[in-house]
């Protein structure tokens, strides 16, 4: 029997009340799922995503790096050494070969 892993992430908001026009990101809300086959996903993408992680933003096992992108474009928390022109570039070019 196939066993997979499934990830799912919200984004925006649920209510009408106090959204602007102008608030694209914040109309609607959006649920994402993926679902991976779960040895793939122990044996090669959860690695893969880790060493990302750890090569980019450093590893600290009492406060995992979670990839939330508001975060991410705020270079705010672990993010910080992100400020830097060419550790956003390399970041994002890892990133995009996950």
Do not use: N
Request: hydrophobic share 40%; aromatic share 14%.
């Amino acid at each position: 029997m196939a066993r997979y892993r499934l990830y799912l992430d919200e984004s925006g908001d649920h209510t009408v009340l106090g959204v602007r026009p102008g608030d694209h990101d914040k109309r609607h809300l959006g649920l994402f799922g993926c679902a991976l086959d779960f040895d793939y996903c122990h044996s090669m993408f959860c690695p893969a995503l880790d060493a990302f992680k750890e090569a980019h933003l450093g590893k600290d096992l009492d406060d995992p790096v979670i990839l939330h992108l508001e975060t991410i474009h705020a270079k705010r928390d672990c993010f910080k050494v992100l400020q830097k022109k060419e550790r956003w570039d390399a970041f994002w070019s890892d990133f995009y070969v996950l």
